[in-house]
């Protein structure tokens, strides 16, 4: 069985979520969107791979909106392209983050800004927590999707929708991937000045991060199993 993974941006990875699949049995390739020297002007030419090549698809994160054109114009009509064919195709997606939110946009439902950015560790409310745990998940975004018609929200927040299902797909807005490295990340590409314009100490953010490796990687287990076996429907 083969899985894509969609890496918007270099700092971003499959983290927990990857490591899962692997010990599931996958064969997991990645393919970077904007590399890293084009970081801060990603609006970059990208030609995706076909969806009926793979088996699954993982989209996930980018620091940029789905409805930024000046950001994403030139290849976020590819990837809206590659979810909505590989929906029709019932190939699974999970889409992380912004990759809930290009999957939403794509089997059409919308993006806007949330009415407050998300930065840290939160909890959401699950109808299923089973499926979705209800976290603490680690959350980074500034936008909230409202899901597709016939999609079936299954978490939520007071924010926005946590999560959702449509068809063999799952979307989520929190990282269940996320991994301390990839923290550091973030917040050496901008995310301290971030966490000081909203009111929070970076130091503290990556300290959080740190302690919650074991429930953060028991999360994503659940969350990927579940997903494999229950919406996915697919095994190795």
């Known amino acids: 069985m083969r899985a894509l993974a969609l890496m918007h941006d270099h700092a971003t990875e499959p983290g927990l979520i990857g490591e899962r699949l692997q010990e599931r049995g996958y064969d997991l390739t990645s393919v970077t969107v904007v590399p890293a020297e084009r970081h801060h002007s990603p609006d970059v030419s990208f030609t995706f791979p076909a969806p009926d090549d793979w088996d699954l698809i993982v989209s996930l994160g980018a620091p940029w909106s789905v409805y930024d054109e000046t950001a994403v114009g030139s290849w976020i009509g590819g990837e809206l392209a590659l979810l909505r064919k590989a929906h029709h195709l019932g190939v699974p997606v999970l889409g992380i983050c912004f990759g809930a939110q290009a999957l939403a946009t794509a089997l059409g439902g919308s ?11 939160t909890r959401v ?6 499926l979705i745990p209800d976290g603490p998940w680690f959350q980074w975004h500034y936008d909230r ?9 299954v978490a939520r927040n007071e924010v926005c929708a946590q999560a959702f299902l449509a068809g063999r797909s799952l979307g989520v807005q929190f990282h269940p991937e996320i991994t301390t490295t990839v923290v550091h990340r973030y917040l050496d590409l901008g995310g301290r000045e971030q966490c000081v314009r909203h009111g929070l100490d970076p130091e503290d953010l ?6 919650m490796e074991t429930p953060a990687r028991d999360n994503a287990t659940q969350l990927t199993d579940a997903f494999l076996d229950r919406v996915a429907n697919t095994s190795v």
């Open 145 to 153: 999707c409202v899901p597709p018609p016939g999609a079936v929200e």
């Open 206 to 211: 990556l300290a959080r991060s740190r302690a």
């Open 125 to 130: 409310d699950s109808d299923d927590p089973s």
């Open 111 to 121: 993006v806007g800004p949330a009415p407050h950015p998300e930065i840290g560790w």
